[in-house]
């Protein structure tokens, strides 16, 4: 199976921001990375008015809007109870990945790297560290059992995934 590493944190902490600079600099170190984000907002990859929305709101289970460049794949979900992480993940093609980033998801049972940003509105005594937690990135010192990453280091944290998918 892929190896999936988890970049997890409360809203606001900056995960995207991180995950923004940490893949170019995954893939300038040859790792290909793949992403699933989750997000907690009605969102919608399709534009009303457009052919491929229309036939989706027509009806169609399963959409897959395709060009040169890129495809995408909309499957409608509306009796699924919770976003499944297994099976989406099994939704990528793992022969063009080296791994899976996730972005929330904060309670699978993945290991991954939390972030804490001080002034984000949370207190260093709330972080959570439990048996999936490889790594906390921080921009303050913090005393945690496992690495300390500095959250502003992206070659350090690249370094430290690198050293992960060795083991």
Known sequence: MIPLLGIAAWSGTGK????KKLIPELCARGIRPGLIKHTHHDMDVDKPGKD???LRKAGAAQTLVA?????ALMTETPEEPKLDLTYLVSRMDASTLD?????????????????FREGCGRNKEELTIDEHVVAVASDVPLMVDVPLLDINDI???????LRWLKQ
């Open 155 to 161: 070659p350090q944290i690249a370094a430290f995934i």
């Open 67 to 71: 060009s040169q460049q890129r495809w």
């Open 16 to 19: 995207t921001t991180l995950l």
């Open 52 to 54: 491929s929305y229309e």
């Open 99 to 115: 791994m899976v980033l996730v972005e929330g998801f904060k309670h699978e049972a993945v290991a991954k790297i939390m972030l």
